[in-house]
């Protein structure tokens, strides 16, 4: 059983920072990519932030010079350094992770979600 669970989600005013950040346990073989994704109300979950088991990252465009995705490949763990942060970027958060476990196949794990609420 492998298991996401993210933390550091909040209330914050425009222009303030949060640090989400997300560990992966149990019975875990390796990891691959691990990303940040966000679904505001009303729209479709999108791609906020990914970095590779290599440490190589990709970025939404809307994100971009923002936040920072970074992880700890000793410890299973991802954050997400988000500052200047807008109204826009108020969202349910998710951490998700390509996982193989152990004796199994590479699969995709989401977390619970954490909520972020940028006000303005």
């Known amino acids: 059983q492998v298991q996401l669970v993210e933390s550091g989600g909040g209330l914050v005013q425009a222009g303030g920072s949060l640090r989400l950040s997300c560990a992966a346990s149990g019975s875990i073989f390796s990891i691959n990519t691990m990303a940040w994704y966000r679904q505001a109300p009303g729209k479709q979950r999108e791609l906020v932030a990914a970095?590779?088991?290599?440490?190589?990252?990709n970025y939404a465009d809307s994100v971009k010079g923002r936040f920072t995705i970074s992880r700890d490949n000793a410890k299973n763990t991802v954050n997400l350094q988000m500052n200047s942060l807008k109204p826009e970027d108020t969202a349910v958060y998710y951490c998700?992770?390509?996982?193989?476990?152990?004796?199994?196949?590479?699969?995709?794990?989401w977390g619970q979600g954490t909520q972020v609420t940028v006000s303005s």
């Open positions: 970095i590779t088991s290599g440490e190589s990252t």
């Open positions: 998700n992770g390509n996982i193989r476990a152990n004796w199994g196949p590479w699969r995709n794990y």
